[in-house]
């Protein structure tokens, strides 16, 4: 029952958080951002938050630690929205699933160039 309910939760904070990074957060420093997915745990005290973050090494740190700086109002504006009475604590995390599979994409079709000639 507790892992339903926080896997309810972890979708709700997804839809919201990639909102709130969207129109919200007036930070430069945050480039392109995409959350894939959000991991709560059972007791709902944290929340690990994937972020898919296009550019280079340097412009996916200052994303991160812009982000960092943010975590605060992200997590207040969570709270109002959702309703919790204990707001998980956010944690920022790099997922680079959508990276390695544009690269495995490339792979394959410059092998897919050499079959054919």
């Known amino acids: 029952m507790a892992n339903f309910r926080s896997g309810r939760v972890g979708e709700q904070m997804k839809k919201e958080l990639s909102q709130l990074i969207q129109t919200e957060i007036k930070d430069p420093r945050i480039g392109f951002i995409t959350v894939t997915?959000?991991?709560v745990t059972n007791d709902l005290s944290q929340a690990k938050v994937y972020l898919s973050v296009m550019?280079?090494?340097?412009q996916?740190?200052?994303?991160m630690k812009a982000l960092e700086k943010a975590s605060g109002f992200l997590r207040s504006e969570i709270g109002?929205?959702?309703r919790l009475r204990h707001t998980p604590e956010?944690?920022?995390?790099i997922d680079s699933s959508i990276e390695y599979g544009s690269h495995i994409?490339?792979?394959l079709g410059e092998i897919r160039g050499r079959d054919n000639n």
């Open 105 to 107: 994409e490339k792979l």
């Open 80 to 82: 109002k929205r959702i």
């Open 60 to 63: 996916k740190d200052q994303s």
């Open 90 to 93: 956010l944690l920022f995390k």
């Open 55 to 58: 550019g280079n090494e340097e």
């Open 37 to 39: 997915g959000v991991d």
